[in-house]
């Protein structure tokens, strides 16, 4: 099985920065897509940023150009760096990937996630 393991979450205070990352693991899996979606109470998950194997990047309207969402393909680790954080940036961030799990006779798709770090910006 496939884990995803986020760390990074916090507290600051607005126009400060974090940075998230989270590492997948398992026993024999190959990753495609991985990305941060936040969930703020009484509102729907959204997301965040997504990022390709190939590198290929789609962010959120409301974090565009604050946020960078990258990733290391050697170590199935994605990262997000947060700038110019908002108060209403504040919400518990999950990290998302997608893939093939090969502990599987022939390969078994994963669509997994973290299990999500808090993130709160203060005013």
């Known amino acids: 099985q496939v884990q995803l393991v986020e760390s990074g979450g916090g507290l600051v205070q607005a126009g400060g920065s974090l940075r998230l990352s989270c590492a997948a693991s398992?026993?024999?899996?190959?990753?495609?897509?991985m990305g941060w979606y936040r969930q703020a109470p009484g509102k729907q998950r959204e997301l965040v940023a997504s990022?390709?194997?190939?590198?290929?990047?789609n962010y959120g309207d409301s974090v565009k150009g604050r946020f960078t969402i990258s990733r290391d393909n050697a170590k199935n680790t994605v990262y997000l760096q947060m700038n110019s954080l908002k108060p209403e940036d504040t919400a518990v961030y999950y990290c998302?990937?997608?893939?093939?799990?090969?502990?599987?006779?022939?390969?078994?798709?994963?669509?997994?996630w973290g299990q999500g770090t808090q993130v709160t910006v203060s005013s």
């Open positions: 990022i390709t194997r190939g590198g290929n990047i």
């Open positions: 398992g026993s024999a899996f190959s990753v495609n897509n």
């Open positions: 998302n990937a997608d893939g093939t799990d090969y502990t599987f006779v022939f390969g078994r798709h994963f669509d997994d």
